[in-house]
């Protein structure tokens, strides 16, 4: 323990004998972890709401009417009833919602008022709506909707590939909506992921660059303590000791202004009124910095104890 205690101090000693590297490194790991903060709020809450609009996704089946389907006529209670069982019988659907058509046609009274007003008769059909699971699976689950194909259906939104409503305009705009949110999805994932690991990289290096001109500082001092016999862990335990202090005051400095941007600003923006959106609680943002923070520390100082100290 007294070994440990001298290692300690001696580490705390170089750092306020080296201050301008010491307020480098240090302001250095602020920095990264300050945007490090940044990336894990803004990313966990874009990820949020992307998983909001994937929850959206469903796959539509659309009945036929007298209007729409002259040659065949209205869908019968059977039909209706068949595709039901068709419909929640398919791998990955969490649930099968009817739509009548006098209910559809009072949802859309109420968004387009305007619209609806005067209508001499009701041209919408009767529908269902497939909830998946997953919002990824909705393509997947609108191929195997009408394979076989269903009778008394007139179009499947999303379309099944190939199908003649997948090139028409309704079909087309069902396809680039799913293809769009699953998209932006994915791609968000990616650019969270590449941001995270700039910036630990980035920091690591930083700190590797300002431990390595502590060694280069204190050469003589070093030679010194191998003469006089010190062990190889003796010489490199204060390099080690630094970084991790360096480390953890960064990320706790990162921590203040976040807690401080978190409490001045956040109250500020409104983005979206969504109650499942939301970011990662914010102690788990401070576990994530401070064991960032310390992680970079060693991380920096491991590198350049390695190949820079040849004790």
Known sequence: M????????????????????????????????????????????????????KKQLLVKVYFCTTLRCPDTGEATSKQINDARARLEAIPGVKQVRFVSKEDALAIERKKHPEMT??????????????????????????????????????????????????????GESCNQITHRVLSVANYLWVVVLIAFIVLLVSSTLLVANTIRLSIFARRREIEVMKLVGATNWFVRGPFMIEGLLCGLAGAVAAVILLLLGRTLFMPLIHLTSASDVHAWPFGLHVLVVLVAGLALGAAGSGLTIRRFLQV
């Open 2 to 53: 007294s070994r440990f205690r001298l290692i300690v101090a001696e580490a705390v000693r170089s750092l306020g004998a080296n201050l301008s590297t010491t307020f480098a490194a240090t302001t250095t790991v602020l920095i990264g972890m300050f945007m490090l903060g940044l990336v894990v709020g803004l990313g966990s809450w874009a990820l949020s709401l992307s998983d909001h609009y």
């Open 117 to 170: 007003a005067n209508l001499p008769g009701n041209p919408l059909p009767n529908e269902y709506e497939v909830i998946p699971k997953n919002g990824d699976n909705v393509e997947r689950i609108a191929a195997q909707v009408n394979d076989p194909p269903l009778t008394g259906v007139e179009k499947i939104c999303p379309p099944p590939p190939g199908s003649k409503s997948s090139n028409t305009a309704i």
